[in-house]
């Protein structure tokens, strides 16, 4: 069974860092793009991040660009998400989601992925 499980998640001051991981199990995703998306309440999922299956090519949402890095360690079958000068904006359930597809590239469309997190949740006290 694949699982996807979000980690880092909590409660921090605006200009704070946080920094989210995604651990998965039950699949090696060492060849798969994977993402972070968000939901703050009342609000759709919105893209934050993805990043391809080699690492080498990532893309970000233009609210989040020059703040936050997405990362991946293959080895650790982990994907993180490296979160700076945090505003209130960032607020959100943070979900990490995986491409079923090999070597696939990075999108910011959510029905790209085929596997999800349940979501941890950031809040940005300002």
């Known amino acids: 069974q694949v699982q996807l499980v979000e980690s880092g998640g909590g409660l921090v001051q605006a200009w704070g860092s946080l920094r989210l991981s995604c651990a998965a199990s039950?699949?090696?995703?060492?060849?798969?793009?994977m993402c972070w998306f968000r939901q703050a309440p009342g609000m759709e999922r919105e893209f934050v991040a993805a990043i391809n299956w080699s690492g080498g090519a990532t893309y970000y949402a233009d609210s989040v660009r020059g703040r936050f890095t997405i990362s991946r360690d293959n080895a650790k079958n982990t994907v993180y998400l490296q979160m700076n000068s945090l505003n209130a904006e960032d607020t959100a359930v943070y979900y990490c989601?995986?491409?079923?597809?090999?070597?696939?590239?990075?999108?910011?469309?959510?029905?790209?992925?085929?596997?999800w997190g349940q979501g941890t949740q950031v809040t940005v006290s300002s």
């Open positions: 039950g699949r090696t995703f060492s060849r798969h793009a």
């Open positions: 989601a995986a491409d079923g597809e090999n070597y696939s590239a990075a999108s910011q469309y959510n029905w790209e992925y085929d596997y």
